[in-house]
């Protein structure tokens, strides 16, 4: 009896002992080594509601709020390119994905601020590659065009649908590319239809006649168009003189594969950009810092909403060179992380 007491008492200290080893040796929840700031307010914007470029920043939103619960992030739709124009002016938009070039944008915004200095005033830097977005070029098979030259060429009687801000801009472009311009076209009967394209509105646009060719671009496939079985043709941007010209304004060439619509039954030469997330340049290190974590974290909710998801090493490192080819810098807070993922000095 007394043997088994004495041994029920040893028992006792050596799980005593072992509770406390266990307890000092437990991490200490105390301040953790990594800082993070707290109760962060953000505004995301994207182009307009419905589209792709939408629902990526959408997703990038909820990336930030599942890991900091503290946060609060709304994500939303600006309307529009001038309304996106107002919002950044404004200070309102924080982060937002850039919808086309810089070069381009600029030249589509500065008439409707003749007061303001546009480059200083929508200045943003660069933060991650998010998706490529492919030049689409859409013609009704009736129009017998067999290169966007045919048009100028011929002096064709068409109508262009192209949407009010970027698209018309790089049509005209094009024109000026062959010697002409949007007045002289309009004198020989070419017609401007504003519709963007690579929307609903513009497929029925095209399968209704309503135009006859239209011109954007969107990310691959563009989800207007998949499963659309119209007598469709998307035509090559294969022109060498057109595409260094088009590299100029910081597209590169690209191509669309054969079967991404029903209508393409071969590959279709064009060019491309990358769609960045961006955000206002005064935007603080950390918070910039953590909300790249934020997106590597949880890039699995990107992955439904990006068809060609860039977050890798190489897609930051050719990031990197079109930062410094379009002279648009990225922030100091997004090249931190890229030092400690080792993917840049």
């Given at each position: 009896m007394i043997i088994r007491q004495r041994l029920l008492f040893v028992l006792c200290v050596i799980l005593a002992l072992a509770t406390l080893v266990t307890a000092c040796a437990r991490p200490s929840p105390a301040t953790s080594s990594e800082q993070r700031p707290q109760n962060v307010a953000l505004a995301?914007?994207?182009?307009?509601?419905?589209?792709?470029?939408?629902?990526?920043?959408?997703?990038?939103?909820?990336?930030i709020r599942v890991a900091y619960p503290d946060w609060k992030v709304t994500s939303q739709a600006a309307g529009g390119e001038a309304a996106m124009i107002n919002k950044r002016i404004a200070g309102e938009a924080d982060f937002f994905l850039t919808p086309y070039l810089r070069r381009l944008e600029l030249e589509v915004q500065t008439?409707?601020?003749?007061?303001?200095?546009?480059?200083?005033?929508?200045?943003y830097n660069l933060v991650v590659p998010i998706n490529i977005s492919y030049v689409h070029f859409f013609a009704r098979s009736s129009t017998g065009l067999s290169s966007i030259k045919d048009i100028i060429d011929k002096k064709l009687q068409l109508k262009v649908g192209a949407g009010p801000g970027g698209s018309s801009l790089l049509f005209s472009k094009i024109l000026g590319q062959y010697g002409t311009s949007w007045t002289e076209a309009e004198s020989w009967g070419l017609k401007r239809?504003?519709?963007?394209?690579?929307?609903?509105?513009?497929?029925?646009?095209?399968?209704?006649?309503?135009v006859d060719v239209g011109l954007s671009w969107s990310e691959m496939?563009?989800?207007?168009?998949?499963?659309?079985?119209?007598?469709?043709k998307l035509m090559p941007l294969d022109d060498p003189e057109l595409v260094q010209m088009l590299k100029g304004l910081g597209f590169y060439e690209a191509t669309i594969p054969a079967g991404?619509?029903?209508f393409v039954t071969k590959n279709v030469p064009t060019v491309a950009q990358t769609e960045f997330l961006a955000v206002r340049p005064d935007m603080p290190e950390d918070?910039?810092?953590?909300?790249?974590k934020a997106i590597f974290n949880n890039k699995d909710i990107l992955?439904?909403?990006a068809a060609n998801l860039m977050l890798t090493r190489e897609k930051i490192t050719e990031s990197l060179v079109i930062g410094k080819d379009t002279g648009v810098p990225f922030h100091p807070g997004a090249l931190r992380f890229y030092r400690e993922m080792g993917w840049i000095e």
């Amino acid at each position: 009896m007394i043997i088994r007491q004495r041994l029920l008492f040893v028992l006792c200290v050596i799980l005593a002992l072992a509770t406390l080893v266990t307890a000092c040796a437990r991490p200490s929840p105390a301040t953790s080594s990594e800082q993070r700031p707290q109760n962060v307010a953000l505004a995301l914007y994207g182009f307009a509601a419905g589209t792709g470029q939408q629902l990526r920043t959408d997703s990038i939103a909820e990336a930030i709020r599942v890991a900091y619960p503290d946060w609060k992030v709304t994500s939303q739709a600006a309307g529009g390119e001038a309304a996106m124009i107002n919002k950044r002016i404004a200070g309102e938009a924080d982060f937002f994905l850039t919808p086309y070039l810089r070069r381009l944008e600029l030249e589509v915004q500065t008439p409707l601020h003749p007061e303001i200095d546009l480059e200083k005033a929508t200045a943003y830097n660069l933060v991650v590659p998010i998706n490529i977005s492919y030049v689409h070029f859409f013609a009704r098979s009736s129009t017998g065009l067999s290169s966007i030259k045919d048009i100028i060429d011929k002096k064709l009687q068409l109508k262009v649908g192209a949407g009010p801000g970027g698209s018309s801009l790089l049509f005209s472009k094009i024109l000026g590319q062959y010697g002409t311009s949007w007045t002289e076209a309009e004198s020989w009967g070419l017609k401007r239809e504003v519709v963007i394209i690579v929307s609903p509105e513009g497929v029925e646009a095209l399968q209704s006649g309503r135009v006859d060719v239209g011109l954007s671009w969107s990310e691959m496939p563009s989800k207007a168009y998949i499963g659309v079985t119209s007598d469709l043709k998307l035509m090559p941007l294969d022109d060498p003189e057109l595409v260094q010209m088009l590299k100029g304004l910081g597209f590169y060439e690209a191509t669309i594969p054969a079967g991404t619509y029903p209508f393409v039954t071969k590959n279709v030469p064009t060019v491309a950009q990358t769609e960045f997330l961006a955000v206002r340049p005064d935007m603080p290190e950390d918070v910039v810092y953590y909300t790249l974590k934020a997106i590597f974290n949880n890039k699995d909710i990107l992955t439904a909403a990006a068809a060609n998801l860039m977050l890798t090493r190489e897609k930051i490192t050719e990031s990197l060179v079109i930062g410094k080819d379009t002279g648009v810098p990225f922030h100091p807070g997004a090249l931190r992380f890229y030092r400690e993922m080792g993917w840049i000095e």
